[in-house]
């Protein structure tokens, strides 16, 4: 005869498989509640889990799973991208343990169980789904752990707070998670934005997508690819293993795009900060606490100047935190931290001013003639126009940035395209099916920069003449 107990138990291991089923939560085989692929040990300890969860109220499912209430525990609050890094990894370590994750659930405000919640990531087209908050039951040869994590808000942001209560040295585990972690994060070696995001552009940027005079190239390579290539040698002999570089110059100039080069072409973790990133001071602490995690790693930060100003003109706190993130009791080794300002002469003088938080201004300024040229006839590669002509255009925009003789050859083509009567052969979506080359004058030019400089001069605020 069923006893009332058994009865229960086969009721609740049928529900939490339906609860999975309804959600489409389909576990990887180690986060099975349904305990596909486990050992005969693992499998009698689900078993046993799945009874404790209901035979008594009064006994915790934790003890129950350890086999006693003598257990060690380790808490911790941790940032919520490094807790995310962190609790994708942990199937994988505790697999590579030689353990396995039984069960994977959480309790709902009454006390009833419900099915863990879940997050996705894509990484290289490959979605990968972990469990972010719940209780994850680990059993091993050597020792059983209840991992358990729960987003809390601590000073206006979000964190985790991951409890781990083991049978054998919790605290031990914990370190050795974090060190697994550290080497196999999915973020590890990505370009991403600092809230985690993965950075996926249309087109893969080298240095021959930017111009920029020789010397300026040679010595951004030399600070940053050169820096991390040699790191190691360089550590050997005394150098700090933490770079930071200032990129400054007007809009326009290339500092942007240099970061997008950068991000493309180094074998290194790159961590890309807009302004939207740090909304409170505790943003750059949590910014340079994933950027440890995933080093070698290159933090750029984009505007300096709205978070940096001298002392005397900021009220914020963000500007201490900075200075103490970049040079302050925690190591950032092998960090290079580039920041872009288009006002260099606001920023506070203890950054601008200060090897070992920033050790190198590099400015960036109008294109020189070379440069100037290389790009109008990139840029013009779909245009006619002869040698006289191109040498006019190139003496008159002496001081365009990159942006400006963009924007100057996009005027080009949309005047000369519009006085052009040849008809435009199209292709079913519109597109032309190969394109032409328009003929582009003296008068074209001309007509073209007074459209630019008029426009440029009213953005500066300066009347037309």
């Not at 001298?310 to 925690?330: K, V, W």
Request: glycine share 6%; with cysteine; net charge negative.
């Amino acid at each position: 005869m069923t006893s009332e107990f058994e009865r229960r138990a086969r009721y609740q291991e049928r529900r939490m498989i339906e609860l999975q089923e309804e959600d489409d939560l389909t576990a990887p085989p180690q986060v099975s509640l349904k305990g596909e692929n486990l050992t005969p040990a693992a499998e009698e300890a689900r078993r046993i889990l799945s009874l404790a969860l209901i035979a008594s109220p009064g006994r915790r499912p934790v003890a129950v799973f350890l086999g006693h209430e003598d257990y060690q525990k380790v808490e911790t609050i941790v940032d919520e991208l490094e807790g995310a890094l962190m609790l994708e990894c942990l199937p994988a370590f505790v697999h590579q343990q030689g353990g396995q994750i039984v069960m994977a659930f959480r309790f709902g405000n009454a006390g009833e169980v419900l099915n863990a919640i879940w997050r996705a990531v894509t990484v290289n087209g490959a979605t990968r789904r972990y469990v972010a908050e719940g209780y994850l039951f680990i059993h091993s040869p050597h020792e059983k752990m209840v991992v358990s994590a729960e987003l809390i808000p601590v000073q206006g942001r979000k964190k985790f707070r991951i409890t781990l209560r083991g049978s054998g040295d919790s605290a031990s585990f914990w370190r050795n998670w974090q060190d697994y972690t550290r080497r196999n994060n999915y973020l590890r070696g990505q370009a991403f934005f600092a809230d985690g995001e993965i950075i996926e552009r249309r087109r893969i940027y080298g240095w021959d997508d930017i111009l920029l005079p020789e010397e300026t190239k040679r010595i951004i390579r030399t600070h940053v690819d050169g820096f991390l290539r040699n790191r190691m040698w360089l550590k050997a002999v005394g150098v700090k293993a933490r770079r930071g570089l200032i990129f400054s110059g007007p809009p326009g100039t290339g500092k942007t795009l240099t970061g997008k080069v950068l991000a493309d072409t180094l074998d290194a973790s790159f961590v890309w900060v807009c302004p939207r990133h740090v909304q409170f001071a505790v943003c750059f602490q949590e910014i340079m606490s994933v950027a440890r995690l995933v080093s070698p790693a290159v933090v750029f930060l984009e505007d300096l100047d709205l978070f940096a100003e001298e002392r005397e003109h900021n009220s914020g706190s963000g500007l201490g935190e900075l200075m103490n993130q970049l040079d302050g009791a925690i190591d950032n080794e092998d960090i290079i931290t580039i920041a872009t300002t288009n006002r260099l002469d606001v920023i506070e003088k203890a950054l601008r001013n200060r090897p070992g938080r920033f050790d190198r201004v590099i400015e960036f300024s109008a294109m020189d003639e070379y440069c100037r040229r290389r790009m109008l006839e990139k840029l013009l590669a779909h245009a006619t126009l002869a040698p006289a002509d191109m040498a006019h255009l190139v003496a008159v925009t002496s001081d365009y940035t990159g942006a400006q003789l963009e924007e100057l050859t996009n005027t080009l083509y949309i005047l000369g395209a519009d006085s052009d009567d040849t008809p435009v052969a199209q292709v079913e979506d519109g597109r032309e099916a190969s394109p032409r080359n328009i003929s582009v004058d003296r008068r074209l030019i001309d007509t073209a920069l007074q459209e630019v400089n008029v426009e440029t001069r009213s953005r500066l605020g300066f009347h037309a003449a």
